[in-house]
């Protein structure tokens, strides 16, 4: 399947992982900012005729547990309606999704695709609770090497420090 559609839309591809923190600390309006947010993206991602055709979505969740949703075309992407609860293990997420993110750039290449460095956005309201600095490090050498674009956005109240680490 993965080939039709590469054949059927012989696009350059861009891979977006979107790596959300739903831990107990989102509960109430910054979850539900979240998932207003990841509506408008929806919206515009699709309200784009290049953008729809290139960008890929993968989605990685982190609280509590780590979740995935593997990488879909735009016209196949409904964004989940995320609940929050847990704690924050911001390092496992982030490393999931730069094997996700080089996962991804194997298929492509495995298939004669072209594709555009891939983007991580990581969004999060708070420091992590797992052991992160070798996720970080991970991150920039990517970002370094031009493997992958790193995003951290934090939302009110975050950690910014930790975020510049990423």
């Given at each position: 399947l993965e080939k039709i559609e590469f054949v059927?839309?012989?696009e350059p591809r861009c891979a977006l992982a979107l790596v959300l923190d739903v831990s107990g600390s989102m509960g109430g309006e910054p979850i539900a900012e979240l998932n207003a947010g990841l509506q408008e993206f929806d919206i515009a991602l699709k309200a784009d005729p290049?953008?729809?055709?290139?960008?890929?979505?993968?989605?990685?969740?982190?609280?509590?547990?780590v979740t995935t949703?593997?990488?879909?075309?735009?016209?196949?992407?409904?964004?989940?309606?995320?609940?929050?609860g847990g704690e924050?293990?911001?390092?496992?997420?982030?490393?999931?999704?730069?094997?996700m993110l080089r996962d991804r750039k194997n298929t492509y290449k495995s298939n004669g695709v072209d594709y555009y460095r891939p983007w991580?956005?990581?969004?999060?309201?708070?420091?992590?609770t797992d052991v992160w600095e070798a996720a970080a490090e991970h991150a920039r050498q990517e970002e370094d090497h031009k493997g992958v674009s790193v995003y951290a956005i934090g939302v009110e109240g975050a950690d910014m420090k930790t975020l510049a680490l990423f």
């Open positions: 059927e839309n012989p290049l953008a729809s055709l290139r960008v890929e979505v993968g989605i990685v969740t982190f609280g509590g547990t949703i593997d990488f879909v075309s735009a016209d196949q992407f409904h964004p989940p309606v995320l609940t929050a924050t293990p911001m390092g496992q997420a982030v490393e999931k999704a730069l094997m991580l956005f990581l969004i999060t309201d708070g420091a992590p």
